[in-house]
């Protein structure tokens, strides 16, 4: 098996420049990467604890990962990543899928 992510990003080194698409370039990719899993940890948890209460949609949760306001080109893309996020925690076993009469996935 290959490196994982974490190891792909550890060979960078430290001081290398990095550029996300809607930013300036900036430096401490590695303090960055983690600022972002302990974000993604953080609502993740707020998912879970959402659908404990009640069964939720996507669109349900979507509010809950995407705090910001976009518009909505950018709205279809994060929609997108929202059913990304909860087809992992349903396939790591975390969450169920349920589906009502209604044919709507929760």
Same mark, same amino acid.
């Given at each position: 098996m @290959? #490196?994982?992510?974490?190891?792909d990003? !550890? /060979?960078?080194? $430290?001081k290398?420049t990095? &550029?996300?698409?809607?930013?300036? !370039?900036?430096? @401490? +990719?590695?303090?960055?990467?983690t &600022?972002?899993h302990?974000?993604?940890?953080?609502?993740? @948890?707020? $998912?879970? =604890? !959402?659908?404990a209460v009640? #069964? =939720?949609? /996507?669109a349900?949760?979507? #509010?809950?990962?995407?705090?910001?306001?976009?518009? +909505?080109h950018q709205?279809?893309? !994060?929609?997108?990543?929202? +059913? /990304?996020?909860?087809? +992992?925690?349903r396939?790591?076993? =975390?969450?169920l899928?349920?589906?009502? #009469?209604?044919a709507?996935?929760?």
């Amino acid at each position: 098996m @290959g #490196p994982t992510a974490d190891e792909d990003f !550890a /060979a960078l080194g $430290v001081k290398n420049t990095s &550029q996300a698409r809607n930013s300036k !370039a900036f430096s @401490g +990719l590695h303090i960055r990467i983690t &600022q972002l899993h302990d974000r993604y940890c953080d609502r993740f @948890g707020e $998912v879970m =604890k !959402a659908c404990a209460v009640r #069964p =939720k949609r /996507a669109a349900d949760i979507f #509010p809950l990962i995407f705090r910001l306001e976009i518009d +909505l080109h950018q709205k279809s893309f !994060a929609m997108g990543e929202t +059913l /990304a996020h909860l087809h +992992l925690l349903r396939f790591e076993e =975390k969450l169920l899928r349920l589906q009502r #009469p209604s044919a709507a996935y929760r």
